[in-house]
C-alpha cells in the first residue's frame, strides 16, 4: 500500500491539525471499524444533513449519542434479555456497537428520531456573523466618524 507524506501539510499550516490527523487516519485507513450498524449521511441543502443508521432490533433506551470535541458518538448496547428460548438461528444483529463521525466546523446536532429501526441524527451547519464573507465599500465617506468627533468637540 503507498503512503502519503503529510509532512509538508503541518509544516505550512496553522491551526489545521485536526484536519490533517483526519486525513492521515483516512489515508491509513482504519481496519478496526466494524461495517454495523450500516448508515447513510445525506445532504437536504448547503446548511443542513442528517446521519441515519439501521438499528433494527434496538430501543431509545439502549442507544447513546454524544457529542465531544467536534466528534460525533454513537453506541447502542442491548440490555439482558430474559428470554430463555433457544435460537435457531439468529440473523438479526444485537451486538453492542460504537461509530463515530467527525464533524466540521460549526456543525450542530440538532435533533434525533428513532423510526421503524432507523436512527436519524439531524445536523445543521450555523456559522456565526463574525465568520460570515461581508463587503467592504471601496471609497465610502466615513461621515458617522467625523459627526461623532465634532458631537465631542461641541461636548467640551
Do not use: W
Not at 485507513?29 to 446521519?51: C, K, L, V, W
Not at 448496547?77 to 456497537?97: E, H, M, S, V
Not at 445543521?124 to 465631542?152: F, Y
Request: charged share 30%; aromatic share 8%; hydrophobic share 35%.
Amino acid at each position: 500500500m503507498a503512503t502519503i507524506d503529510l509532512t509538508p501539510l503541518y509544516r505550512s499550516t496553522v491551526g489545521y491539525d485536526r484536519l490533517a490527523s483526519l486525513l492521515d487516519s483516512a489515508l491509513r485507513g482504519d481496519q478496526s471499524t466494524s461495517a454495523y450498524p450500516p448508515y447513510d449521511i445525506e445532504m437536504h441543502d448547503d446548511n443542513r444533513y442528517s446521519i441515519r443508521l439501521a438499528v433494527a432490533g434496538f430501543e431509545k433506551n439502549e442507544l447513546d449519542i454524544q457529542v465531544e470535541k467536534g466528534v460525533l458518538t454513537v453506541r447502542g448496547r442491548k440490555a439482558k434479555d430474559d428470554d430463555t428460548g433457544q435460537y435457531l438461528y439468529q440473523g438479526i444483529a444485537n451486538q453492542p456497537f460504537e461509530r463515530q463521525f467527525n464533524l466540521a466546523e460549526y456543525i450542530e446536532v440538532t435533533g434525533a428520531d428513532l423510526n421503524n429501526g432507523l436512527l436519524t441524527i439531524n445536523l445543521v451547519k450555523e456559522v456565526p456573523e463574525a465568520m460570515k464573507p461581508k463587503t467592504i465599500a471601496i471609497n465610502q465617506p466615513e461621515s458617522n466618524v467625523i459627526e461623532h468627533q465634532a458631537d465631542e468637540a461641541k461636548e467640551d
